[in-house]
């Protein structure tokens, strides 16, 4: 089992950033595969950016491309994601996800383990 809880979301003007945390414990190890999710009120989860065990490979959503950064210390078993230059519609819950084969782009049904969420509002 993994447990993981996230943190760093909270209120911010368009143009801004935020930097969220995804902690890991229990059965941890750098091989899971680690990624961000995010729903907003009415839509599906979809995917932000996920990264490999060692954080060598890299993938992001194009609506976020260019404007957040994932990165991950094992050391700390800590998974980041830097935002800026944040819109009005990055609005939403934004989810930990942690996977030991891949993390999916389009089937969140298959992730692991998931974290509690936290809430990210971008105000214009």
């Known amino acids: 089992q993994v447990q993981l809880v996230e943190s760093g979301g909270g209120l911010v003007q368009a143009g801004g950033s935020l930097r969220l945390s995804c902690v890991a414990s229990?059965?941890?190890?750098?091989?899971?595969?680690m990624g961000w999710f995010r729903q907003a009120p009415g839509k599906e989860r979809e995917f932000v950016a996920k990264i490999s065990g060692s954080g060598d490979s890299l993938y992001y959503a194009d609506s976020v491309k260019g404007r957040f950064t994932i990165s991950r210390e094992n050391a700390k078993n800590t998974v980041y994601l830097q935002m800026h230059s944040l819109k009005p519609e990055d609005t939403a819950v934004y989810y930990c996800?942690?996977?030991?084969?891949?993390?999916?782009?389009?089937?969140?049904?298959?992730?692991?383990?998931w974290g509690q969420g936290t809430q990210v509002t971008v105000s214009s």
């Open positions: 996800a942690a996977d030991f084969y891949s993390i999916p782009v389009t089937d969140t049904t298959s992730v692991d383990y």
């Open positions: 229990g059965r941890t190890s750098s091989i899971y595969k």
